[in-house]
Every structure is written in C-alpha cells, then in structure tokens.
C-alpha cells in the first residue's frame, strides 16, 4: 500500500522531471551557451533526483510485501 508520503515524493519526482525536460527543450530551442549549460547541469541534476526519488518510492514498495486483499 503506497502511503500519503510516497504520493508526495512521486508528485515531487514528476515535476522535477518535468522541470528538467524543459530545461533540455531550452537548450535545443535557444543553443546559446548558457542555455546549453544549464541544461547539461541543472537539468543532469533534476533529473538524477527525480529519477533516485522514484526508485526511493518503487523500493520501498516492493519492500512492503503483497498487498494486502
């Protein structure tokens, strides 16, 4: 059973991703340097978090065993 905790920290890896895949689409939009940079920065670390929060979520779930009927 995913908790109201684990909601939020999927919301919050969602939006991160989100975040990050508007920073990549700046950068091919707008290929100037600074652009480009903060795409291959910020945009490297929103997604890496995004991504490590929702591995947080999906271990933790399997962790907690079947559900329950």
Known sequence: MISQRQIVALRLAAALALI???L???SLLQPRPIPVIVAMSVGQLLGTLSFG???Y???ADL???PPKT
């Open 20 to 22: 990050a895949l508007g």
């Open 24 to 26: 990549m689409v700046w």
């Open 53 to 55: 929060t929702f591995l």
């Open 57 to 59: 979520v999906l271990v």
């Open 63 to 65: 962790r907690s065993g």
